[in-house]
């Protein structure tokens, strides 16, 4: 009699043992891949996203190595004055009144830094079709309305979402919640084709 429940709780354990493997696999997410850089060695994806053709993409060359050097230049300054002022948070010895100019100049940082990109979009504007413009700037009237600002968050670094509604982060379509029937018997409203 030992034998049957034996086999039993052996085919138990490993059918739990794969469904626990299927559950897990089900939820991860794929590895995250490097972005491709162009020749100014800003990530191209922005570029792929709007779908520029090669010559587009040679008429704003000037304009991507411009608004590379500068914003390296605003984004370093940023992370200074962000670290001077965890520096003054920390200090014991900061007065009130160094400790607020402290966040003025992190506030003035980073509006120089807004600025640029908003002059950098204002430049690609006439390089671009009706329809990417209206693609482009839609994206970033979005990002503005949800107070998303220059760092996007919530996904992919510069939050381009890839069209499907889903943005760059949690679990690729076919998997988690709303994905293979979201976990609901029989599919549902949320199941992928």
């Given at each position: 009699?030992?034998?049957?429940?034996?086999?039993?709780?052996?085919?138990?354990?490993?059918?739990?043992?794969?469904?626990?493997?299927w559950v897990t696999y089900a939820w991860?997410?794929?590895?995250?891949?490097?972005?491709?850089?162009?020749?100014?060695?800003?990530?191209?994806?922005?570029?792929?996203?709007?779908?520029?053709?090669?010559?587009?993409?040679?008429?704003?060359?000037?304009l991507e190595a411009d608004f590379e050097?500068?914003?390296?230049?605003?984004?370093?300054?940023?992370?200074?004055?962000?670290?001077?002022?965890?520096?003054?948070?920390?200090?014991?010895?900061?007065?009130?009144?160094?400790?607020?100019?402290?966040?003025?100049?992190?506030?003035?940082?980073?509006?120089?830094?807004?600025?640029?990109?908003?002059?950098?979009?204002?430049?690609?504007?006439?390089?671009?079709?009706?329809?990417?413009?209206?693609?482009?700037?839609?994206?970033?009237?979005?990002?503005?309305?949800?107070?998303?600002?220059?760092?996007?968050?919530?996904?992919?670094?510069?939050?381009?979402?890839?069209?499907?509604?889903?943005?760059?982060?949690?679990?690729?379509?076919?998997?988690?919640?709303?994905?293979?029937?979201?976990?609901?018997?029989?599919?549902?409203?949320?199941?992928?084709?």
């Amino acid at each position: 009699m030992k034998t049957p429940r034996t086999i039993l709780l052996a085919a138990l354990a490993l059918a739990c043992a794969a469904g626990s493997y299927w559950v897990t696999y089900a939820w991860q997410q794929p590895p995250a891949t490097p972005a491709p850089t162009g020749a100014a060695g800003r990530p191209t994806r922005l570029l792929d996203w709007l779908r520029l053709t090669p010559a587009q993409r040679e008429a704003v060359r000037a304009l991507e190595a411009d608004f590379e050097r500068d914003r390296a230049a605003l984004e370093a300054e940023l992370e200074a004055s962000r670290s001077r002022l965890a520096a003054a948070f920390e200090s014991g010895t900061t007065t009130d009144t160094e400790l607020l100019a402290q966040v003025d100049a992190v506030l003035a940082a980073h509006q120089a830094v807004e600025r640029r990109v908003a002059e950098y979009l204002v430049s690609l504007r006439p390089h671009l079709t009706p329809a990417q413009r209206t693609r482009l700037l839609g994206h970033f009237a979005t990002g503005v309305r949800e107070a998303r600002g220059f760092r996007w968050r919530h996904g992919a670094a510069d939050g381009l979402d890839p069209g499907d509604g889903r943005g760059a982060g949690g679990p690729p379509a076919d998997r988690g919640p709303g994905g293979r029937g979201g976990g609901r018997r029989g599919g549902g409203p949320g199941r992928q084709p």
